[in-house]
């Protein structure tokens, strides 16, 4: 398979009539071409065959739309409904991060969890201790992962009360900074943790 030279990924280019065209394969393909694709672990981009444009995402989201719309049920209705409501929150930034974070803790135990998996089938107690022992587990991690990133923790309200200037005293351009910075300090500690 040849694939996009200058990135190293194969170049799927989507048309006017939805089509999609492997560059790689010389020829039309289909989302379950693509789905297949990324199972195989292949690097892919998917782009507007006209004007260039990055169609991945919406591309990778209609496959998992589509998945869900056959009845593969992966996405709980309360985490879709728990992740809408992200749009436009103030902890948006911040939900790609952690999503990231915890697929790739999820991809790191999948062998473990799948001979779990295999061992808890053989009796339904084994099976509901196991998805207590992860549900536990993901509790855990997302508290943390809350702990680090919120800006209303109480180390953070602690911090910046005793360094933060009376709110008579502040001005708009001493807010934004302070956003900023608290910004950067928490980008670097969801940088920290993914490396770890």
Known sequence: MSANTKTGKITIKKYANRRLYDTSASRYVTLDHLRELVKDNAEFEVVDAKTGEDLTRGVLAQIIFEE???????LPVEFLRQLIGFYGDSMQ???????KM?????????DELREKMTGAMSSPAGSMALLEEQTRRNMAMFEQAMKVFSPFNA?????????APPPATKDKNDDVKALRDELEA???????????
């Open 155 to 163: 180390a953070g309200q602690q911090e910046s009360s005793a360094s």
């Open 68 to 74: 869900e719309a056959k009845g593969a049920n992966l």
């Open 93 to 99: 930034a911040f939900v790609p991060g952690y999503l």
């Open 102 to 110: 915890s697929m790739e803790g999820l991809m790191r135990q999948q």
């Open 186 to 196: 928490m980008r670097a500690k969801l940088d920290k943790l993914a490396g770890g």
